[in-house]
């Protein structure tokens, strides 16, 4: 069974930063996408960034300021969060994929969730 659990957020002031982590059980994620999506109140699902072998993906509005990474040998993904703006205030989700990314930032390509963990930016 494929667990992930998402660990790391907080609340924060504007231009400070977050590590998120995500754990995985049950899963080979080096074969596999993994991915960091948010969602804040009243806001639709919104892919953050993504990776997959070599390969990374951003969402616009995150780019420069986010970082995901992963460490194989603890089966851990993270997203490092720099210069946090109240506009990143949501709660983050971690979701694996099986396979590549493909249209990653629509989030259909992840079958795998974890239960979230929320971000706090105050400005």
């Known amino acids: 069974q494929v667990q992930l659990v998402e660990s790391g957020g907080g609340s924060v002031q504007a231009g400070g930063s977050l590590n998120l982590s995500c754990a995985a059980s049950g899963y080979t994620y080096s074969r596999n996408c993994m991915g960091w999506f948010r969602q804040a109140p009243g806001k639709e699902r919104e892919g953050v960034a993504a990776i997959y072998s070599i390969y990374t993906y951003y969402a616009d509005s995150v780019k420069g300021r986010f970082s995901i990474s992963r460490d194989s040998a603890r089966n851990t993904v993270y997203l490092q969060m720099n210069s946090l703006e109240p506009e990143d205030t949501a709660m983050y989700y971690c979701?694996?994929?099986?396979?590549?990314?493909?249209?990653?930032?629509?989030?259909?390509?992840?079958?795998?969730w974890g239960q979230g963990t929320q971000v706090t930016v105050s400005s």
């Open positions: 979701a694996a994929a099986s396979g590549p990314c493909g249209i990653w930032y629509r989030g259909t390509s992840f079958r795998y």
